[in-house]
């Protein structure tokens, strides 16, 4: 009864269920209808939470079907890299004797050297042109869906090639995953995203000098792909041991003054705002005047660091961006001032003129950082009052917290003019912030009531 159970829970894919049900002792391998384990049915549906329960529950990626294949077989022919880092599973390099491994790699090879419509035509003798459309597939990125001769797959047998090699550690030639990875020069591509993911994991000073030498390449998207390899190996945090601060700082402060194509420049701004650069402060007073919004919204990122907070020649260039005619522009700059908040009365004058701000998203910015910043001045506690009417949510709910976190009573109002909220906002620090309020004023009305 269980099994039955699970084959209808895997078929309407209803994860929880699945779960559920495992859980009860129902088998991860029960046989569908069609004689195959259910973990194909999830494959075959592109079903990525159901094939994860299945997974954690014990079904057998390397199970040989009728047919000669095997489910993890099957999630390659599909070219979904998102179900099939699900079905590989753990340890697959010692899993999987060497001969497996080879089909795998040989698999996905095939497809992507092939390409997905011309495979399709291969193995259903299909003429005329294949159906491709683009579709999402996680959450992150996406991958062409192809379709011909009644036959559906994702063209992702890029990513799952890259990932393959690295999990059987085949280490390519750096330009062979470059290129693999612009074959669609889209940052939320699949292809790009996983050769990006893979060289930030080989921490060698030979990937690492061989991806940041495409930053001369005359492709802008060459470039960007180098900053996107760069900005992963940060987020992920590199060790000590592969850590190339000083390096990349330097390569991003002489990138700065070279690169020409704005789009590029203001990511490596970006970028570079990330990192410790005794220059960094020069950068951007260089690009003060730049004609194109994103890269002088850029700037008051490089005016100051946590460690190294405004000088006057920052501090001076940071409020003259208070006027500029960007919202974006403006929007940095409230940000900015927030970070380093030195309570002088220039910048709490200019904070408090963002906050005013006709554009939301500025007066967002704008409200964030007055929120959190250590301004107790009845200026800035009258000016987040005067948010609570805003028609922005997010930005009453700043005005909550500022006033919140200046034992301003109004915040109580505040919060219950704003009514339900998503449940979403469960764990909110603005909302929090009016508890922690209403707590704080409990225990000082007992200790006064004590004395």
């Known amino acids: 009864m269980g099994d039955a159970e699970l084959i209808a829970a895997v078929r309407r894919g209803d994860a929880d269920a699945v779960r559920a049900l495992l859980e009860e002792g129902a088998d991860p391998d029960a046989l569908d ?50 179900i099939f880092s699900t079905v590989l599973g753990r340890e697959p390099r010692l899993r999987l004797p060497e001969a497996a491994r080879e089909r795998l790699l040989t698999l996905a090879r095939t497809w992507y050297e092939t390409g997905a419509a011309e495979e399709l035509r ?23 869906q192809v379709t011909l001769g009644g036959l559906t797959v994702r063209a992702g047998h890029g990513a799952l090639l890259t990932s393959l090699e690295w999990a059987f550690r085949v280490l390519p030639p750096v330009e062979e995953l470059v290129a693999r990875g612009l074959k669609y ?52 945090g590199a060790s000590d041991r592969h850590s190339y601060d000083k390096e990349e700082s330097e390569l991003f402060a002489a990138w700065a003054a070279e690169e020409t194509d704005v789009d590029v420049l203001a990511k490596v701004l970006d970028v570079f705002g990330g990192y410790e650069h005794p220059g960094m402060e020069s950068v951007g007073l260089g690009y003060l005047g730049h004609p194109d919004p994103r890269v002088r919204s850029e700037v008051p990122y490089l005016l100051g660091t946590y460690d190294s907070p405004l000088t006057p020649t920052g501090r001076t260039a940071l409020l003259g961006l208070v006027r500029d005619p960007s919202p974006e522009v403006r ?10 908040h030195d309570l002088t009365p220039e910048v709490s004058a ?18 964030t950082a007055l929120a959190a910043s250590p301004d107790r001045t009845p200026a ?61 004023m409990r225990e000082k009305a007992s200790a006064d009531a004590e004395q």
């Not at 459309?133 to 062409?144: M, T």
């Not at 940095?332 to 380093?340: D, F, I, N, R, Y």
């Not at 200019?350 to 409200?367: E, I, K, T």
């Not at 003019?417 to 979403?424: T, Y």
């Open 33 to 82: 209808a069609d004689g195959l384990p259910v973990l194909c049915t999830a494959v075959a549906a592109y079903d990525d939470p159901v094939a994860e329960a299945l997974m954690d529950g014990g079904a057998d990626p390397d199970r040989p079907l009728p047919d000669g294949t095997t489910p993890l077989l099957r999630a390659v022919d599909l070219g979904s890299p998102a």
């Open 122 to 144: 291969r193995r259903t003798g299909a003429t005329g042109p294949a159906e491709t459309v683009r579709v999402q597939d996680d959450e992150y990125h996406h991958v062409e």
């Open 185 to 236: 020069p889209d940052e939320d591509h699949v292809d790009w995203s996983s050769a990006k993911w893979i060289l930030s994991q080989r921490r060698s000073k030979e990937t690492w000098l061989a991806v940041t030498a495409f930053r001369h390449h005359p492709d802008p998207a060459h470039r960007r792909f180098v900053l996107d390899f760069l900005r992963i190996r940060s987020l992920a």
């Open 331 to 340: 929007g940095s700059v409230a940000t900015a001032l927030g970070t380093w």
């Open 350 to 367: 200019a904070l408090l003129a963002l906050v005013r701000d006709p554009h939301a998203g500025v007066r967002g910015a704008a409200a």
């Open 380 to 440: 800035a506690t009258e000016a987040l009052a005067v948010l609570l009417d805003d028609e922005e949510l997010l930005i009453r709910l700043e005005a909550v917290h500022g006033l919140a976190e200046r034992n301003d009573p109004r915040c109580v109002e505040g919060l219950a003019r704003i009514g339900p909220l998503d449940p979403a906002f469960d764990d909110d620090h603005r909302r929090s912030a009016v508890w922690r309020y209403e707590w704080r």
